[in-house]
């Protein structure tokens, strides 16, 4: 199994920034990509950016472009989302998660990587609330 575990939210004034971590640990040679995800409430859960652990190449959800940014420290087997320029929407629950995820066509990779099914292990969750 993979465990992993968020930290890092809190409520923040628009425009303001947070940075969550997330910390894995357990067999990760099962997973090749963690990603981050964010559910609000009446909402579906929607990926926000991932990472692949291998190389380091990145996906981001059109609505945080430019504002996040994914990043892992393999060291510290930590993976951080610094969220820059926060809005209301931006509160949620959010979520990081670790995967295996299948080989695709280029055009396909980001889509794969922000699909919540392709996860299997999932953090508890952290808060984070903009106003």
């Known amino acids: 199994h993979v465990q992993l575990v968020e930290s890092g939210g809190g409520s923040v004034q628009i425009g303001g920034s947070l940075r969550l971590s997330c910390e894995v640990s357990g067999h990760t040679f099962r997973v090749n990509a963690i990603g981050w995800f964010r559910q609000a409430p009446g909402k579906e859960r929607e990926g926000v950016a991932a990472i692949y652990t291998d190389d380091g190449t990145t996906y981001y959800a059109d609505a945080v472009k430019g504002r996040f940014t994914i990043s892992q420290d393999n060291r510290k087997k930590t993976v951080y989302l610094q969220m820059n320029s926060l809005k209301p929407e931006d509160s949620a629950m959010y979520y990081c998660?670790?995967?295996?995820?299948?080989?695709?066509?280029?055009?396909?990779?980001?889509?794969?990587?922000?699909?919540?099914?392709?996860?299997?292990?999932w953090g508890q969750g952290t808060q984070v609330t903009v106003s």
């Open positions: 998660a670790a995967g295996n995820l299948l080989e695709a066509p280029i055009q396909a990779l980001g889509v794969v990587a922000l699909a919540t099914h392709n996860y299997n292990y």
